[in-house]
């Protein structure tokens, strides 16, 4: 793997290419760093900053612990979509509603610190709870929520289950939403949520992220949304703008 391209580069559109082929099947997992590495004759930081490209490109994702899963043959092409408000992706449709199965106190050691983003020993509310349609009581998704533990008592006010818990947390202690991040990525389901939503551990899921931030640039909640598959679509609509 010689010529005018980084290293990483190179590697990078070689194994692209091999994805492409057809050598890994779309939700297939690619084979260990160290595998790689003597295949291609490439040191383990080439090899990771060129996992890191094909990631970007949308072609495998990449979770600590597990092993790198292949996810499409082909780059994905990126749309840019700027809202007026935050709450324009972040919330579900007011004929769903949740219900909390576990409401505590936690402190977080190393996995849910890494997961969550908090430090190590840091105090956090965790709910975890089924979200249902209200018609037909079709459960739609599981979600954890973490939250700063000062905002603990708002799983007591009447609306708690029908509306968003940030939305909750503005209303009655005034945090508003500077920034939001939302990571959208698919799983096989793990076991303990499996079993919640009634699924086979390993089944397909689509998982939904969200991170709150403050007008300081501080976390102050997020997210994990499972939702089976088939069972949530998010449409955006976009017009070019021509003529405007």
């Known amino acids: 793997m010689k010529g005018s ?13 091999r994805i492409h082929n057809g050598d890994w099947a779309v939700g297939s997992n690619l084979p260990s760093e160290e595998a790689l590495c003597a295949s291609f004759d490439a040191s383990r930081h080439t090899l990771r900053h ?43 449709p007011r004929n769903t509603y949740r219900k909390n199965i576990v409401e505590e106190f936690i402190e977080l050691d190393k996995p849910l610190s890494e997961m969550i983003g908090g430090a190590v020993g840091s ?13 037909t009581e079709q459960v739609i998704a599981w979600t954890d929520i973490y ?22 947390i503005e209303k009655k202690y ?29 089944d397909p899921c ?15 909640e997020i997210t994990f949304t499972y939702h089976p598959e088939n069972k949530y679509t998010y449409k955006m609509e976009f017009k070019s703008g021509v003529g405007n």
Request: hydrophobic residues 40%; charged residues 25%; without cysteine.
């Open 5 to 17: 391209l980084p290293l990483y580069k190179t590697l990078a559109n070689a194994l692209a290419q």
């Open 174 to 202: 005034g945090t508003r939403i500077d920034r939001a991040e939302v990571d959208v990525y698919a799983v096989g389901a793990p076991a303990n949520i499996a079993k919640k939503l009634q699924l086979r551990p390993h």
């Open 147 to 168: 939250i700063l533990p000062q905002f603990a008592s708002l799983t007591s006010e009447p609306e708690h289950s029908q509306v968003m818990v940030f939305e909750q």
């Open 206 to 220: 689509l998982v939904i992220v969200r991170r709150y931030f403050d007008d300081q640039d501080k976390l102050f």
């Open 50 to 92: 060129a996992l890191q490209t094909i990631e970007s490109d949308g072609l495998v994702l990449r979770r600590q612990g597990v092993p790198t899963q292949v996810i499409s043959r082909q780059k994905v092409r990126r749309f840019t979509q700027s809202f007026n408000s935050p709450i324009d992706i972040l919330s579900y």
């Open 123 to 135: 105090s956090w509310y965790h709910i975890g709870g089924i979200r249902k349609q209200r018609d």
